[in-house]
């Protein structure tokens, strides 16, 4: 059974730093682009940051630049999504996906694209 499994949320204050990790298993994702996407309440689930296999290639939505760092250890199975300077807009449920074919045309960035997902971890920054 494949599994995606996200840790590390909780309520952090405006400023604060916090790190999500997503773990693994069930099959090799050799191969495999990750990426984070997080909903809001309300709102439509939406690309954070994405990352390949061998970690070259990396993107960012423009919200987050210079604020989140992603990252992968390949020898873990694991995927981690480091945030720093967290504002209030960065309250959501933040999910990870796995999906491969992902670099052309921007598909990273596209929540259909991504054939795997972990059941999200909430993130609430308070002001």
């Known amino acids: 059974q494949v599994q995606l499994v996200e840790s590390g949320g909780g309520l952090v204050q405006a400023g604060g730093s916090l790190r999500l990790s997503c773990a693994t298993s069930?099959?090799?994702?050799?191969?495999?682009?990750m990426g984070w996407f997080r909903q809001a309440p309300g709102k439509e689930r939406k690309f954070v940051a994405a990352?390949?296999?061998?970690?070259?290639?990396?993107y960012y939505a423009d919200s987050v630049k210079g604020r989140f760092t992603i990252s992968r250890d390949n020898a873990k199975n694991t995927v981690y999504l480091q945030m720093n300077s967290l504002e209030p807009e960065d309250t959501a449920v933040y999910y990870c996906?796995?999906?491969?074919?992902?670099?052309?045309?921007?598909?990273?960035?596209?929540?259909?694209?991504?054939?795997?997902w972990g059941q999200g971890t909430q993130l609430t920054v308070s002001s």
């Open positions: 996906g796995a999906g491969t074919g992902l670099l052309l045309n921007s598909n990273y960035a596209s929540e259909g694209k991504y054939r795997y």
């Open positions: 990352i390949n296999w061998g970690g070259g290639k990396i």
């Open positions: 069930g099959r090799t994702f050799s191969g495999y682009t």
